[in-house]
């Protein structure tokens, strides 16, 4: 019965082992064909993460890792520190600072590469602005205020900033501007793509073919959805009120042992793979996975005979060997601030160049003034 267990668990991580070849080559080879309209344009992968608050696992796994997987396997990818979106809350400019130079950190530690990949700061690249302002024009009040994240935060607050409407704008923007055609997501940010689409259909109509139509990149190992370890009927989250609600990055082993021991699962000893029914136990496993690049059959095969309060400690030791390195390489960029401005700097060059020729196109296609182009003029000085 053992054996045959594991040769199923064997044929399954096999199977996902060629989809994930199959899938990356079909995205690579075939891009051009996901669109019917087929639209051709090159392969361009744009993502963007807010410098609010310390990382978690959470956007490790779920965004950080995904980027430089997609890095690794030659996608031409645009990576910014998404400044512009954090105002939607106050923020001390002290302290956005420091976050922002912590997250070049962890990014670079992580392995982003910015010679490879295009890597700034969102606010150096003031076309991501502009931009916004010409799709804000197309944009109804209607539909944004409808999207769910809108109406959750906006329940929350006493008076509305209209940034935190526009804020899918300026996501569409932050990927038009560079023509991106794939984005990584989860499932939660779904709906706000769509409205890049619909401005991207909208814009052809009045004014003809100038941007992609940018496609959802979704993970297929649950990264998406890490959930909270006290609460697990949640997502884990940089503003939850209990610190060990989440694993931080920065976290030393020891924390993150004490973390994974106060993990909140159930009275069930074994070890088994349920999300609905046991949804904290569950949650070990897939950061378990995560960590360690497994199946969930795989590690409760492996974890047959330990109860939960032993499993934790395994989930606690994949855990520190995974982020370890990550760690230590970012408290070593962190005491080089110059380095890392250099990096971000070096980044908005080549960001501008691309932005200023897409600006420059849109600008034609509205009737509008023809803009100074940022890259040439500082070319020109230099």
């Known amino acids: 019965m053992n054996l045959i267990k594991r040769s199923i668990v064997h044929c399954k991580k096999c199977l996902k082992g060629i989809h994930r070849s199959f899938s990356q080559n079909c995205c690579v080879k075939n891009a051009a064909n996901e669109n019917s309209q087929v639209e051709e344009w090159p392969r361009r992968v744009v993502s963007g993460i807010q410098p609010t608050g310390s990382l978690h696992v959470g956007n490790y796994f779920g965004a950080i890792r995904r980027c430089v997987r997609l890095q690794q396997q030659g996608n031409d990818l645009t990576l910014f520190i998404a400044d512009l979106h954090s105002l939607t809350a106050q923020q001390n400019p002290e302290v956005l600072q420091n976050n922002i130079l912590e997250l070049t950190a962890y990014l670079l530690a992580s392995g982003i590469d ?84 619909q401005l991207v259909k909208t814009f052809h109509h009045r004014y003809g073919k100038t941007f992609p139509t940018p496609r959802p990149l979704l993970p297929d190992d649950g990264s998406d959805r890490i959930l909270s370890l006290r609460d697990p009927t949640k997502k884990m989250s940089k503003s939850d009120s209990d610190p060990k609600s989440r694993i931080l990055l920065s976290d030393t082993d020891d924390v993150i042992h004490k973390k994974i021991r106060k993990a909140v699962t159930d009275f069930t000893p074994q070890v088994t793979y349920d999300p609905k029914e046991r949804p904290g136990v569950s949650n070990l496993i897939k950061l378990h996975c995560l960590a360690e690049d497994k199946l969930p059959e795989e590690v409760v095969e492996e974890s047959d005979g330990m109860t939960t309060a032993q499993y934790k400690g395994v989930v606690a030791n994949a855990l520190c060997e995974a982020l370890r390195p990550v760690r230590e390489r970012a408290v070593s960029l962190q005491a080089q601030p110059a380095f890392l401005q250099a990096v971000l700097q070096h980044g908005a060059v080549r960001a501008r160049q691309r932005a200023d020729e897409v600006y420059q196109d849109v600008t034609n296609k509205l009737g509008l003034a023809v803009p100074r182009l940022h890259s040439l003029t500082r070319a020109a000085t230099q």
């Not at 076309?127 to 944004?144: D, F, I, K």
Request: net charge positive; hydrophobic share 45%; aromatic share 8%.
């Open 114 to 197: 910015p010679e490879q990949s295009t890597f700034f700061v969102q606010s150096a690249v003031t076309r991501h602005a502009e931009l916004c302002w010409l799709l804000a024009c197309l944009a109804t009040n209607a539909r944004l205020a409808h999207l769910p994240q809108y109406k959750e935060k906006s329940a929350k607050m006493k008076e509305v900033p209209i940034g935190l409407l526009l804020y899918p704008v300026l996501q569409a923007a932050d990927v038009l501007i560079y023509r991106g055609t794939h984005v990584p997501v989860g499932a939660d940010q779904i709906q706000h793509l769509q409205v890049a689409s």
